[in-house]
């Protein structure tokens, strides 16, 4: 069964740095979309792509991110100059169309020390 | 604005016994409502979903929901629970015209011998 993947699988990196996390949704999927899982706390949208620009995105996802689809297959996020209050699991999810059901990934645990 | 609110933070159940996590939603149109599982260290896992139609939706690994919208309520239901059910449980919303899934808190489910 097709699956979205997601490299790598945790990530550590110190405050300032640019991090770019992975996601390859799945292959027929047009919708692509990142949340991010604060610990102990609910999963939140951040942004959703659709034909190579952003659809819709959350007050979270201010300047500091940024999303692309540099190939055919691969989705990324990018923080450029992460907090530490960015520490958190990112969930990539995709989706065949608009308003249908959203297939998420593992998950990148990210830890910004 | 949409929200979810999932009552019991933790439950507690038999092996065996029945289960039922609560969901209930705000939003003014027909929403679109999902149930996600998440295992630890693993991804959201679609158990089922809630489009239009039949109120009364079945998903995978033996769970079942029913759409009650005078009560703005999604329960998961399940008869008999096995060890393999304990995780955390997110009920969450949709809704026609945007792709953002808006998520409850979760509830943590335990399954005691």
């Known amino acids: 069964e097709p699956e979205v993947t997601q490299t790598p699988s945790h990530q550590v990196t110190q405050m300032g740095q640019e991090v770019i996390l992975r996601c390859v949704p799945i292959?027929?999927?047009?919708?692509f979309y990142w949340y991010r899982q604060i610990l102990g706390q609910k999963v939140e949208f951040l942004v959703s792509?659709?034909?190579?620009?952003?659809?819709?995105k959350s007050e979270i996802f201010d300047d500091q991110f940024s999303v692309e689809r540099p190939d055919g297959s691969n989705f990324t996020l990018k923080i450029r100059s992460t907090k530490l209050e960015d520490s958190a699991m990112y969930f990539c999810?995709?989706?065949?169309?608009?308003?249908?059901?959203?297939?998420f990934g593992p998950g990148t645990r990210l830890t910004v020390t | 604005a949409q929200s979810v609110t999932q009552p019991d933070i933790h439950i507690t159940v038999s092996e065996g016994a029945s289960l039922e996590l609560r969901c209930n939603y705000s939003?003014?149109?027909?929403?679109?409502l999902f149930w996600y599982v998440q295992s630890p260290g693993q991804g959201l896992q679609l158990l089922l979903k809630?489009?239009?139609?039949?109120?009364l939706v079945q998903g995978i690994k033996g769970f079942e929901a029913e759409f009650k919208r005078s009560q703005s309520a999604f329960n998961l239901r399940k008869p008999s629970v096995h060890w393999s059910d304990a995780a955390e449980y997110f009920c969450?919303?949709?809704?026609?015209?945007?792709?953002?899934?808006?998520f409850g808190t979760g509830t943590r489910l335990t399954i005691i011998p």
């Open positions: 939003y003014g149109a027909t929403p679109y």
């Open positions: 809630y489009f239009s139609g039949d109120t």
């Open positions: 792509f659709y034909n190579n620009e952003i659809s819709e």
């Open positions: 969450a919303v949709g809704n026609f015209g945007n792709e953002k899934l808006t």
């Open positions: 292959s027929n999927h047009l919708y």
């Open positions: 999810a995709s989706s065949v169309d608009r308003n249908y059901e959203q297939y």
